[in-house]
């Protein structure tokens, strides 16, 4: 930075700070660090002077300025001295026209890919606005960025197509001016070809080009061991080329190509290698044994330029059997048309050259043509299936073969695609589960050391189609869509139809619809959905069959609802009955919420006296969607008990009332039931209590049947038990209570009112269970047969009686229940059969646990068990 100046006025001010190299960036201090002075419109720092412009100088401008280099590439930072701004106060300012301060050059090279930053401030009164135009009136691409309140067009990644003339404008309200520069394209030079290291023999000559791109177009020159190697009569140079004849060993040497223009120099590097050697063989013997196959087809051995070849002793001089079947080639290649087995025979090369010579022999060795005897042949196949691609062949035994399989061009790797391919000993291909990525064309190769022969098919894979795309609804109404979709693979297999789906809320997955037209062939691309239900949500997808199968679905469509109208289904199951007095109850099966076509569901409740033809419908309205009841209630009407009514009831919406459903015939509420007269009950085991009552007389009101309520604590009357029986009975067995406890009991009449007044109620105690065990248990053993003797259980008046015994071997869970009369005295049972059989059928010395116990109707209670000894 060489040094610092400042501008200034009442109404601008110019700080500049001086010199600019590309690696610097500059910033101003504003009094103190690290108050930076920050751009806008009005103030702004030039990266390419280190210039602070202030458009329009305001009192909170006043102060020390300190200019800040930054050295990028070194990380250094100079500051100036600080220098005051004072605002002068002897004049007044005044408006003006903007005046560009910085601006570009009238002409700016650019390199290609670089970033062109182009810099417009202006000062005036008011603070001038700026904007960027291309004076071609090409609009800016996107890569453009206007930056520090438009005072910066950056151009970043630089190309031709940006090249023109730009302008900046600078305005405010007492006018404008106008700066232009142009930007033109340029290119340091970038090689399209370059030369490489070579080796020659002498006397053999040189070429060596090379290619650069540019613009300017560049130009070329040529070094060698950084010497300027100019034409002469062996050496020629033009465009970038260089020609060398007849190379001796003092054009060895390190040869540089150069080109450049204005913009830069580039070198591309080789090494030229002069041998001056005798002949060697070394790098390029003749194999020990050459094999040719019997077929028409050139046989070439390669071996240096211009050797002679001896096939056993005769001589072969180059050219001298060009027109025959063995020639000796310029290059010389011993080359051999139509080979036959009396062409097999060892051959050798010779070499000479001025320092001496040498000479490589082989063996050729004539064989049998390889032939391919079964090939594969195109296929069609079904997705899912398996075939085998014969590849077979006939060769001569001294020939090594080996085979190979492609697929569209590339190798098969059949460790890494095992899971579906297989090569088989004999050189099948084998595909297994063929999928329709599959689909292609396969070769067979088959190389052996003088040939290579392939063959070649098309397998086509046919599978169902894949899934149509795009589903759409074009038009819909309350019960119909038109759908649109675009189609899948065909896989193969022309598509020979489709199928339209739908699901909605209230179905179960997905659901095939009715269409127009009802069959939906493979060249439509467009359908309409009927019997749709109105005001539903529905998603539609798309399958595709053809000759194979149905493919898979299309993504689903979007939701959309159809429009609403009103109710088309009346609900169904009407009926009723019951309730209380003067109430006429109706039943109905609500309708579903698929079915409700649109908002503000709800039912219309008809009824009139059944076979009143002309009476009108008395209606009432249900405003709930889900009720499925109605009890019309009306004291004033005095409805009579159990009279016949015929009802009917529909649905309606917003849109209106649907049908009505079928009359049905519905009886009001009947009256209450009269007082049962007081009954009686008695004790009968633990566990049951039989109770008895009077029928009641004849009544105007029916009787459907009656009812026992029953409780244990009659302080307690709300733990209750019920046994109800339909008809007209006066009996019932209350069963299931508790032994020796006190129970109180009621009958009541019911019918479809409900339950009429209870009786007075009763008191009775259950029996007490018998728990004392039988007593003066015998037993004998003979054999595997047990035989048990006991005395007889007696159960007394209030006890419940002994219906049976119980005989429980320990050793299994198992158990016979025996009943006896309670009138006998001492008896005996013989337990044959289970006991004797499986249970005893033991060991000597074994031990037997038997409990004996009671069988009652309330319980069961075991005696200490005794010990049996099968000794």
């Given at each position: 930075m060489k040094y610092c100046t400042w501008a200034t006025s009442l109404w601008r001010l110019e700080a500049v700070c001086q010199e600019k190299a590309s690696e610097l960036t500059f910033a101003w201090i504003f009094n103190e660090y690290p108050y930076f002075v920050q751009q806008d419109t009005r103030r702004f720092i030039s990266q390419e002077t280190g210039s602070l412009y202030v458009a329009k100088v305001e009192s909170s401008d006043v102060g020390n300025y300190t200019c800040v280099v930054n050295n990028t590439i070194t990380r250094e930072k100079v500051l100036s001295l600080p220098t005051p701004l004072v605002l002068r106060n002897d004049g007044v300012m005044g408006e003006y026209e903007p005046k560009i301060e910085v601006h570009f050059p009238d002409s700016i090279p650019a390199a290609k890919g670089s970033t062109v930053k182009l810099e417009c401030f202006a000062l005036g009164n008011p603070v001038p606005e700026i904007s960027w135009r291309r004076t071609s009136g090409v609009p800016f691409p996107g890569k453009v960025k206007m930056r520090n309140s438009n005072a910066v067009l950056e151009i970043p990644n630089f190309q031709q197509e940006d090249t023109g003339t730009y302008e900046c404008v600078a305005e405010n309200s007492r006018g404008k001016n106008t700066a232009r520069g142009r930007l033109s394209f340029h290119a340091k030079p970038h090689w399209l070809q370059t030369i490489t290291d070579t080796a020659l023999s002498i006397e053999e000559n040189l070429f060596w080009e090379c290619k650069a791109s540019g613009k300017p177009k560049p130009s070329y020159s040529w070094l060698r061991n950084g010497e300027t190697l100019t034409s002469e009569t062996r050496v020629q140079m033009e465009n970038g080329a260089l020609t060398v004849s007849a190379l001796n060993l003092s054009d060895a040497g390190l040869y540089q190509c150069v080109a450049e223009n204005k913009h830069g120099v580039i070198y591309s590097s080789a090494e030229l290698m002069v041998l001056a050697s005798p002949p060697s063989f070394s790098r390029s013997a003749l194999q020990a044994v050459l094999k040719a196959s019997m077929v028409p087809s050139p046989l070439g051995a390669v071996a240096p330029s211009h050797l002679p070849w001896v096939l056993c002793l005769p001589h072969i001089s180059p050219g001298c059997c060009a027109s025959l079947r063995i020639a000796l080639l310029p290059n010389g290649t011993l080359r051999i048309a139509n080979v036959t087995k009396r062409d097999s025979a060892s051959y050798t090369c010779i070499a000479r050259n001025q320092f001496g010579s040498a000479s490589t022999t082989g063996m050729l060795l004539v064989t049998e043509p390889t032939r391919i005897t079964l090939r594969p042949t195109n296929m069609e196949i079904?997705?899912?299936?398996?075939?085998?691609?014969?590849?077979?062949?006939?060769?001569?035994?001294?020939?090594?073969?080996?085979?190979?399989?492609?697929?569209?061009?590339?190798?098969?790797?059949?460790?890494?695609?095992?899971?579906?391919?297989?090569?088989?000993?004999?050189?099948?291909?084998?595909?297994?589960?063929?999928?329709?990525?599959?689909?292609?064309?396969?070769?067979?190769?088959?190389?052996?050391?003088?040939?290579?022969?392939?063959?070649?098919?098309?397998?086509?894979?046919?599978?169902?189609?894949?899934?149509?795309?795009?589903?759409?609804?074009?038009?819909?109404?309350?019960?119909?869509?038109?759908?649109?979709?675009?189609?899948?693979?065909?896989?193969?297999?022309?598509?020979?139809?489709?199928?339209?789906?739908?699901?909605?809320?209230?179905?179960?997955?997905?659901?095939?619809?009715?269409?127009?037209?009802?069959?939906?062939?493979?060249?439509?691309?467009?359908?309409?959905?009927?019997?749709?239900?109105?005001?539903?949500?529905?998603?539609?997808?798309?399958?595709?069959?053809?000759?194979?199968?149905?493919?898979?679905?299309?993504?689903?469509?979007?939701?959309?609802?159809?429009?609403?109208?009103?109710?088309?289904?009346?609900?169904?199951?009407?009926?009723?009955?019951?309730?209380?007095?003067?109430?006429?109850?109706?039943?109905?099966?609500?309708?579903?919420?698929?079915?409700?076509?649109?908002?503000?569901?709800?039912?219309?409740?008809?009824?009139?006296?059944?076979?009143?033809?002309?009476?009108?419908?008395?209606?009432?309205?249900?405003?709930?969607?889900?009720?499925?009841?109605?009890?019309?209630?009306?004291?004033?009407?005095?409805?009579?008990?159990?009279?016949?009514?015929?009802?009917?009831?529909?649905?309606?919406?917003?849109?209106?009332?649907?049908?009505?459903?079928?009359?049905?015939?519905?009886?009001?509420?009947?009256?209450?039931?009269?007082?049962?007269?007081?009954?009686?009950?008695?004790?009968?085991?633990?566990?049951?209590?039989?109770?008895?009552?009077?029928?009641?007389?004849?009544?105007?009101?029916?009787?459907?049947?009656?009812?026992?309520?029953?409780?244990?604590?009659?302080?307690?009357?709300?733990?209750?038990?019920?046994?109800?029986?339909?008809?007209?009975?006066?009996?019932?067995?209350?069963?299931?209570?508790?032994?020796?406890?006190?129970?109180?009991?009621?009958?009541?009449?019911?019918?479809?009112?409900?339950?009429?007044?209870?009786?007075?109620?009763?008191?009775?105690?259950?029996?007490?269970?018998?728990?004392?065990?039988?007593?003066?248990?015998?037993?004998?053993?003979?054999?595997?047969?047990?035989?048990?003797?006991?005395?007889?259980?007696?159960?007394?008046?209030?006890?419940?009686?002994?219906?049976?015994?119980?005989?429980?071997?320990?050793?299994?869970?198992?158990?016979?229940?025996?009943?006896?009369?309670?009138?006998f005295g001492r008896i005996m049972k013989q337990v044959q059969q289970r006991l004797a059989v499986r249970e005893f059928d033991s060991q000597p010395a074994d031990r037997f646990l038997v409990h004996i116990s009671n069988c009652l109707w309330a319980a069961l209670s075991k005696n200490p068990y005794m010990i049996l000894n099968n000794v």
């Amino acid at each position: 930075m060489k040094y610092c100046t400042w501008a200034t006025s009442l109404w601008r001010l110019e700080a500049v700070c001086q010199e600019k190299a590309s690696e610097l960036t500059f910033a101003w201090i504003f009094n103190e660090y690290p108050y930076f002075v920050q751009q806008d419109t009005r103030r702004f720092i030039s990266q390419e002077t280190g210039s602070l412009y202030v458009a329009k100088v305001e009192s909170s401008d006043v102060g020390n300025y300190t200019c800040v280099v930054n050295n990028t590439i070194t990380r250094e930072k100079v500051l100036s001295l600080p220098t005051p701004l004072v605002l002068r106060n002897d004049g007044v300012m005044g408006e003006y026209e903007p005046k560009i301060e910085v601006h570009f050059p009238d002409s700016i090279p650019a390199a290609k890919g670089s970033t062109v930053k182009l810099e417009c401030f202006a000062l005036g009164n008011p603070v001038p606005e700026i904007s960027w135009r291309r004076t071609s009136g090409v609009p800016f691409p996107g890569k453009v960025k206007m930056r520090n309140s438009n005072a910066v067009l950056e151009i970043p990644n630089f190309q031709q197509e940006d090249t023109g003339t730009y302008e900046c404008v600078a305005e405010n309200s007492r006018g404008k001016n106008t700066a232009r520069g142009r930007l033109s394209f340029h290119a340091k030079p970038h090689w399209l070809q370059t030369i490489t290291d070579t080796a020659l023999s002498i006397e053999e000559n040189l070429f060596w080009e090379c290619k650069a791109s540019g613009k300017p177009k560049p130009s070329y020159s040529w070094l060698r061991n950084g010497e300027t190697l100019t034409s002469e009569t062996r050496v020629q140079m033009e465009n970038g080329a260089l020609t060398v004849s007849a190379l001796n060993l003092s054009d060895a040497g390190l040869y540089q190509c150069v080109a450049e223009n204005k913009h830069g120099v580039i070198y591309s590097s080789a090494e030229l290698m002069v041998l001056a050697s005798p002949p060697s063989f070394s790098r390029s013997a003749l194999q020990a044994v050459l094999k040719a196959s019997m077929v028409p087809s050139p046989l070439g051995a390669v071996a240096p330029s211009h050797l002679p070849w001896v096939l056993c002793l005769p001589h072969i001089s180059p050219g001298c059997c060009a027109s025959l079947r063995i020639a000796l080639l310029p290059n010389g290649t011993l080359r051999i048309a139509n080979v036959t087995k009396r062409d097999s025979a060892s051959y050798t090369c010779i070499a000479r050259n001025q320092f001496g010579s040498a000479s490589t022999t082989g063996m050729l060795l004539v064989t049998e043509p390889t032939r391919i005897t079964l090939r594969p042949t195109n296929m069609e196949i079904i997705v899912g299936e398996s075939i085998v691609l014969p590849c077979q062949m006939a060769c001569d035994p001294a020939l090594d073969v080996s085979f190979s399989w492609a697929f569209n061009g590339q190798l098969i790797d059949f460790q890494r695609d095992g899971e579906h391919f297989e090569r088989t000993i004999s050189g099948d291909l084998m595909i297994r589960s063929i999928q329709l990525s599959h689909g292609g064309k396969y070769v067979c190769h088959i190389d052996t050391d003088v040939e290579s022969l392939s063959a070649s098919a098309i397998l086509v894979v046919k599978g169902p189609p894949g899934p149509p795309d795009k589903v759409s609804v074009e038009e819909i109404t309350d019960s119909t869509a038109q759908l649109s979709w675009s189609p899948g693979r065909d896989n193969g297999s022309p598509i020979t139809g489709y199928i339209l789906q739908a699901r909605t809320a209230f179905t179960v997955g997905w659901q095939a619809v009715d269409t127009v037209p009802e069959v939906v062939n493979g060249n439509l691309l467009t359908a309409t959905v009927v019997g749709l239900n109105a005001w539903v949500e529905y998603q539609f997808r798309v399958v595709a069959r053809n000759s194979v199968g149905v493919g898979e679905p299309s993504p689903p469509s979007i939701k959309t609802r159809t429009e609403d109208a009103m109710p088309d289904a009346a609900p169904t199951d009407v009926g009723g009955g019951g309730g209380t007095k003067s109430e006429l109850v109706i039943t109905w099966e609500p309708v579903p919420e698929e079915l409700q076509n649109g908002e503000g569901f709800g039912y219309i409740v008809a009824f009139r006296p059944a076979g009143a033809a002309g009476t009108p419908w008395t209606r009432a309205a249900v405003s709930t969607p889900g009720a499925s009841r109605h009890a019309f209630r009306n004291d004033s009407l005095l409805m009579p008990p159990f009279a016949p009514f015929d009802v009917k009831v529909a649905a309606f919406n917003d849109k209106g009332p649907g049908p009505f459903s079928s009359v049905a015939t519905v009886f009001s509420a009947e009256e209450g039931r009269t007082e049962m007269s007081p009954d009686s009950a008695r004790s009968v085991s633990a566990a049951q209590i039989e109770v008895f009552w009077e029928p009641l007389p004849a009544v105007p009101e029916r009787v459907l049947g009656y009812e026992v309520v029953y409780w244990e604590d009659d302080t307690k009357p709300d733990t209750v038990g019920k046994v109800r029986i339909s008809g007209n009975y006066t009996l019932v067995n209350v069963t299931g209570l508790t032994g020796h406890t006190p129970y109180y009991l009621a009958v009541a009449a019911f019918n479809t009112a409900g339950s009429g007044p209870q009786s007075v109620a009763i008191n009775i105690t259950t029996k007490k269970p018998r728990e004392s065990p039988p007593v003066n248990v015998e037993w004998s053993m003979t054999g595997s047969l047990l035989t048990l003797h006991w005395d007889p259980v007696v159960a007394t008046e209030t006890e419940s009686p002994v219906t049976g015994y119980m005989v429980q071997p320990e050793m299994e869970i198992a158990s016979i229940l025996t009943r006896l009369p309670s009138c006998f005295g001492r008896i005996m049972k013989q337990v044959q059969q289970r006991l004797a059989v499986r249970e005893f059928d033991s060991q000597p010395a074994d031990r037997f646990l038997v409990h004996i116990s009671n069988c009652l109707w309330a319980a069961l209670s075991k005696n200490p068990y005794m010990i049996l000894n099968n000794v």
